[in-house]
């Protein structure tokens, strides 16, 4: 199975700051990835497939990089709707496989 | 518009069964590929299993935590996606959600959980 390991598992940021969250998987996944952000007693919500396209109707305060296996989710200019808990996923190859989340908080 | 709806979660004792149920509107099931996802309580995402669309015979795929145990079907006439779940375990606790994901799709749409206790 492939691993994704997310780094930091948690984060504090202040209104207006920007900040990246890092994907690294076991093995390449060429660009088979996606973010996703979850809030709490939420469903997860898709922002990045493709680990650099923006879902339908995202904003583009949203933005991902990355091939092979590291990627970054990169949000900029940060409003309190934002803070939430953020996932990586591959899609590379089966068991489909997610990072441990990163918890983005209000510092 | 696009809607995922969920239901059949509930308690159950270790051991039992159970049928969680995705019902699809907006979209004719059967040209997409569907996953289940689930989440333990305070845990991450596990992706669970997965039924191809009808132009790929409806294949599925599991992960290895839950094969053998729970089996994803659908049923046209209703649009709607199942996932069985046997032999359950107190460690398959979890709210469990439906998706449209895979082959172009990149699971924009999701069902709004269903919490699957398993207890004594």
């Known amino acids: 199975d492939i691993q994704m390991t997310q780094s930091p598992s948690s984060l504090s940021a202040s209104v207006g700051d920007r900040v990246t969250i890092t994907c690294r998987a076991s093995q390449g996944i060429s660009n088979y990835l996606v973010w996703y952000q979850q809030k709490p007693g939420k469903a997860p919500k898709s922002l990045i497939y493709a680990a650099s396209s923006l879902q339908s109707g995202v904003p583009s305060k949203f933005s991902g990089s990355g091939s092979g296996t590291d990627f970054t989710l990169t949000i900029n200019s940060l409003q309190p709707e934002d803070f939430a808990t953020y996932y990586c996923q591959q899609y590379y190859n089966y068991p489909l496989t997610f990072g441990g989340g990163t918890k983005l908080e209000i510092k | 518009e696009v809607q995922l709806v969920e239901s059949g979660g509930g308690l159950v004792q270790p051991g039992g069964s159970l049928r969680l149920s995705c019902a699809a509107s907006?979209?004719?099931?059967?040209?997409?590929?569907m996953d289940w996802v689930r989440q333990a309580p305070g845990k991450g995402l596990e992706w669970i299993g997965r039924s191809r669309d009808k132009a790929n015979t409806y294949k599925t795929e599991y992960a290895a935590s839950v094969e053998d145990r729970f089996t994803v079907s659908r049923d046209e006439s209703k649009n709607s996606l199942y996932l069985q779940m046997n032999s359950l375990k107190t460690e398959d606790t979890a709210v469990y959600y439906c998706?449209?994901?895979?082959?172009?799709?990149?699971?924009?749409?999701w069902g709004q959980g269903a919490l699957v206790t398993v207890s004594s």
């Open positions: 907006g979209f004719t099931l059967s040209d997409y590929y």
């Open positions: 998706t449209r994901g895979g082959n172009g799709n990149f699971w924009e749409y």
